[in-house]
């Protein structure tokens, strides 16, 4: 595989994983870490809070750094 096919093939990866973590609707709960409500479902069934990143079904941060 060259330089570049190894490149777009990171790139297809990431922008997956960026749309598995993609917006679907906020939840009316605060979230557990920061105690913002900034709870919000993602498309890959997660939730995610959107003010420090905190995955509550993992209870740990998301492994991307997502904003918004």
């Not at 060259?2 to 093939?9: K, V, W």
Request: charged share 25%; aromatic share 8%; with cysteine.
């Amino acid at each position: 595989m060259s330089i570049s096919e190894s490149m777009a093939q990171t790139a297809a990866e990431e922008a997956a994983e960026r749309k598995a973590w993609g917006f679907e609707h906020y939840i009316a709960l605060p979230c557990p870490n920061c105690s913002r409500q900034r709870l919000h479902a993602c498309t890959n069934g997660k939730t995610r809070c959107e003010a420090c990143n905190w995955v509550v079904e993992d209870r740990g941060y998301c492994p991307l750094k997502l904003t918004g």
